[in-house]
């Protein structure tokens, strides 16, 4: 009998120890705002861990890339174009690309992956492609009219060329990731209303091969 | 009868080449050029807000790359000039890739439909132009040049070392009534026309509409143009990429020095290249910035299952934006996420984890240039948490179910000013 009631009171502490742990868990869980910023593991040490500018032999295209680099990662490049995770970014695929947005009646626009992967990545495009795109927000593909919400390009036109010249150089030393990034799906201009939601921090769009 | 028959089919298949043209042209217009020119071609697209340069407004038919006659319109062919190789120095890009010439020449024909001055008057061609062909410069056309530099006081814009920080450089504006910097005359890879001599004497001869850069055809001779443009284009320095690696990182330190000489400067271009204004601008139902509220806030969202956001007002408004925080509190919420009441922001929608590795001297920068932002009055509701049931049930929804959880993005302005 005691030995019963000691099992009964037992699972039962237990069961309300699991569920008040995993509520805690769901609660505390990144991101959450009493971490301390410190701790947030910012674009900056994403780039660290993946691209080594130590080992360029050029000191010229280091010198470019050091300053395309400070750029990239000030600019937050990284937020949308790292495969996302249900905690954030996925850093250590680092430029992969992979976050969808989603538009009712605008269309599902997938990150490109800015690695230097031949199939996937920039490594398939010439400079001047690239160039384009972070100047005038034309897509090497078929010359499509990036919309500036989806790709923030219009800011990006800003830079100097000189400035845009050091975020390709920097952009090419991205190690290559094979992760391929589905086509855009267009269905029609922009419009923010009620129903139109933006969707997709948490699930990655693109596949490894 | 064969022949009127013939003429009608002629007549026919004209007719049917300009309607489709027109079609084409507006068709090509509306995917590729409306976004930052406007649908209705008033330079007042989408993103036209954020572009330095603002996009051409064609209505206005002020064009500033011409063959013709000062304040006369382009021809033909300057319009397909521009839209075919695209215009240095700005977010223009040339076409040629992507569109055929038939094509080009349609979006051409459709621009031109903006403005009624297009089909009222002719440009006015300029016979010298095309005849001239200019020699190779010499040191005599060079030193003669310089001579015409000083004598149409091309300094006073453009300084006497050319780089366009001349003493009346700072009040110049365009005709709409927006600044506009002089052009630094040592990149000639920026020059809106191109970098040839024949492309710089142009602007000389032409002047560029719109803007304060008049034709100085009465000024100066036509040998007297060449010479500047001989001149001129000796001022150039050279690109990064043309440079050896000690001139890069000279060329750095150069630009570091500048930017503690001048903060506000550094903090313009910081500010205008890292996007705040995408999220501190009320946007509107179609997805265009709100011109006159740039930087003001009142950008809305909500974040399942964090709650609502509304972007703050940047501007330096005492009561409502940031004239009041001190220097730090600014650079704390930039670069720790901690605003001045001391609470803690989520690394998102705002991303300070990125404006962290921001180096001392450039947030000086934005803060020097965020303080002379005029002040517009805004005032921003704070965030506002959902309550705990529904906050597990989001983290739930996006940790264990792995739902894609929406972030809605609302129109109009949430701030107090209201209006769009």
Request: hydrophobic letters at 40%.
């Given at each position: 009998?005691?030995?019963?009631?000691?099992?009964?009171?037992?699972?039962?502490?237990?069961?309300?120890?699991?569920?008040?742990?995993?509520?805690?868990?769901?609660?505390?869980?990144?991101?959450?705002?009493?971490?301390?910023?410190?701790?947030?593991?910012?674009?900056?040490?994403?780039?660290?861990?993946?691209?080594?500018?130590?080992?360029?032999?050029?000191?010229?295209?280091?010198?470019?890339?050091?300053?395309?680099?400070?750029?990239?990662?000030?600019?937050?490049?990284?937020?949308?174009?790292?495969?996302?995770?249900?905690?954030?970014?996925?850093?250590?695929?680092?430029?992969?690309?992979?976050?969808?947005?989603?538009?009712?009646?605008?269309?599902?626009?997938?990150?490109?992956?800015?690695?230097?992967?031949?199939?996937?990545?920039?490594?398939?495009?010439?400079?001047?492609?690239?160039?384009?795109?972070?100047?005038?927000?034309?897509?090497?593909?078929?010359?499509?009219?990036?919309?500036?919400?989806?790709?923030?390009?219009?800011?990006?036109?800003?830079?100097?060329?000189?400035?845009?010249?050091?975020?390709?150089?920097?952009?090419?030393?991205?190690?290559?990731?094979?992760?391929?990034?589905?086509?855009?799906?267009?269905?029609?201009?922009?419009?923010?209303?009620?129903?139109?939601?933006?969707?997709?921090?948490?699930?990655?769009?693109?596949?490894?091969? | 009868?064969?022949?009127?028959?013939?003429?009608?089919?002629?007549?026919?298949?004209?007719?049917?080449?300009?309607?489709?043209?027109?079609?084409?042209?507006?068709?090509?217009?509306?995917?590729?050029?409306?976004?930052?020119?406007?649908?209705?071609?008033?330079?007042?697209?989408?993103?036209?807000?954020?572009?330095?340069?603002?996009?051409?407004?064609?209505?206005?038919?002020?064009?500033?790359?011409?063959?013709?006659?000062?304040?006369?319109?382009?021809?033909?062919?300057?319009?397909?000039?521009?839209?075919?190789?695209?215009?240095?120095?700005?977010?223009?890009?040339?076409?040629?890739?992507?569109?055929?010439?038939?094509?080009?020449?349609?979006?051409?024909?459709?621009?031109?439909?903006?403005?009624?001055?297009?089909?009222?008057?002719?440009?006015?061609?300029?016979?010298?132009?095309?005849?001239?062909?200019?020699?190779?410069?010499?040191?005599?056309?060079?030193?003669?040049?310089?001579?015409?530099?000083?004598?149409?006081?091309?300094?006073?814009?453009?300084?006497?070392?050319?780089?366009?920080?001349?003493?009346?450089?700072?009040?110049?504006?365009?005709?709409?009534?927006?600044?506009?910097?002089?052009?630094?005359?040592?990149?000639?890879?920026?020059?809106?026309?191109?970098?040839?001599?024949?492309?710089?004497?142009?602007?000389?001869?032409?002047?560029?509409?719109?803007?304060?850069?008049?034709?100085?055809?009465?000024?100066?001779?036509?040998?007297?143009?060449?010479?500047?443009?001989?001149?001129?284009?000796?001022?150039?320095?050279?690109?990064?990429?043309?440079?050896?690696?000690?001139?890069?990182?000279?060329?750095?330190?150069?630009?570091?020095?500048?930017?503690?000489?001048?903060?506000?400067?550094?903090?313009?271009?910081?500010?205008?290249?890292?996007?705040?204004?995408?999220?501190?601008?009320p946007v509107?139902?179609?997805?265009?910035?709100?011109?006159?509220?740039?930087?003001a806030g009142g950008q809305k969202w909500t974040?399942?299952?964090?709650?609502d956001f509304v972007s703050y007002n940047?501007?330096?408004?005492?009561?409502?934006?940031?004239?009041?925080?001190?220097?730090?509190?600014?650079?704390?919420?930039?670069?720790?996420?901690?605003?001045?009441?001391?609470?803690?922001?989520?690394?998102?929608?705002?991303?300070?984890?990125?404006?962290?590795?921001?180096?001392?001297?450039?947030?000086?920068?934005?803060?020097?240039?965020?303080?002379?932002?005029?002040?517009?009055?805004n005032r921003i509701p704070a965030p506002t948490?959902?309550?705990?049931?529904?906050?597990?049930?989001?983290?739930?929804?996006?940790?264990?179910?792995?739902?894609?959880?929406?972030?809605?993005t609302y129109p109009g302005n949430a701030g107090s000013a209201g209006g769009e």
């Amino acid at each position: 009998m005691n030995v019963r009631r000691v099992v009964k009171w037992t699972v039962g502490v237990l069961l309300i120890i699991g569920v008040v742990g995993f509520l805690a868990f769901l609660y505390l869980i990144p991101p959450f705002t009493l971490m301390a910023p410190e701790e947030f593991s910012g674009p900056e040490a994403a780039a660290a861990n993946v691209v080594k500018l130590d080992a360029i032999k050029d000191p010229k295209t280091r010198a470019l890339a050091e300053r395309g680099k400070y750029i990239v990662v000030t600019m937050g490049c990284v937020d949308c174009h790292a495969p996302p995770g249900p905690t954030g970014p996925d850093f250590a695929r680092y430029m992969a690309g992979g976050l969808k947005a989603a538009y009712k009646g605008h269309g599902t626009f997938v990150s490109a992956n800015l690695t230097s992967d031949r199939q996937y990545g920039l490594g398939r495009r010439t400079d001047e492609d690239v160039l384009r795109v972070l100047r005038s927000g034309v897509s090497a593909d078929g010359g499509r009219q990036l919309w500036y919400r989806d790709m923030p390009w219009a800011w990006f036109s800003n830079w100097t060329e000189e400035d845009r010249v050091a975020v390709l150089t920097y952009l090419r030393q991205v190690p290559a990731v094979s992760h391929k990034i589905p086509p855009p799906v267009t269905e029609g201009p922009m419009t923010y209303d009620s129903a139109a939601i933006e969707e997709g921090s948490a699930v990655n769009a693109g596949t490894t091969p | 009868m064969r022949f009127l028959f013939s003429i009608l089919l002629i007549c026919g298949i004209g007719f049917g080449g300009v309607a489709s043209a027109q079609t084409t042209g507006k068709a090509i217009y509306d995917e590729r050029c409306a976004q930052c020119h406007g649908v209705d071609g008033r330079g007042n697209g989408a993103a036209a807000p954020v572009l330095m340069p603002r996009p051409r407004d064609f209505a206005a038919a002020q064009f500033k790359l011409r063959t013709t006659e000062t304040g006369s319109l382009p021809t033909d062919d300057d319009l397909i000039r521009a839209i075919t190789y695209g215009v240095p120095g700005t977010s223009m890009p040339g076409w040629q890739k992507f569109l055929s010439t038939a094509d080009v020449a349609a979006v051409a024909t459709y621009i031109k439909s903006f403005s009624p001055r297009f089909a009222a008057e002719r440009p006015q061609g300029i016979p010298t132009v095309a005849a001239s062909v200019p020699g190779a410069p010499t040191p005599q056309t060079v030193a003669a040049g310089k001579g015409v530099y000083d004598k149409l006081r091309c300094a006073a814009c453009h300084g006497t070392d050319g780089k366009g920080t001349g003493a009346i450089a700072t009040d110049l504006k365009d005709d709409a009534g927006r600044p506009l910097p002089a052009t630094n005359l040592t990149e000639p890879w920026t020059f809106r026309g191109g970098a040839t001599p024949q492309d710089v004497y142009l602007r000389f001869r032409t002047g560029m509409n719109g803007t304060p850069m008049p034709s100085f055809v009465t000024a100066a001779s036509e040998t007297e143009l060449r010479n500047l443009a001989a001149y001129v284009l000796t001022l150039a320095r050279k690109p990064v990429w043309d440079m050896t690696a000690d001139e890069v990182s000279a060329f750095y330190q150069a630009q570091a020095t500048e930017a503690a000489r001048d903060p506000v400067r550094r903090g313009r271009y910081v500010v205008s290249t890292i996007g705040c204004s995408y999220c501190h601008t009320p946007v509107r139902t179609d997805g265009s910035l709100v011109d006159g509220m740039l930087f003001a806030g009142g950008q809305k969202w909500t974040a399942t299952p964090f709650g609502d956001f509304v972007s703050y007002n940047l501007t330096s408004d005492k009561e409502t934006g940031l004239g009041a925080w001190s220097d730090d509190q600014i650079k704390a919420v930039l670069t720790r996420g901690i605003r001045p009441d001391g609470s803690r922001m989520l690394p998102y929608p705002m991303p300070w984890p990125s404006y962290a590795s921001l180096t001392a001297s450039d947030l000086n920068a934005v803060v020097a240039y965020l303080r002379t932002i005029p002040p517009i009055s805004n005032r921003i509701p704070a965030p506002t948490r959902p309550n705990i049931v529904s906050y597990l049930w989001g983290k739930f929804q996006l940790l264990i179910l792995k739902k894609d959880m929406p972030l809605v993005t609302y129109p109009g302005n949430a701030g107090s000013a209201g209006g769009e």
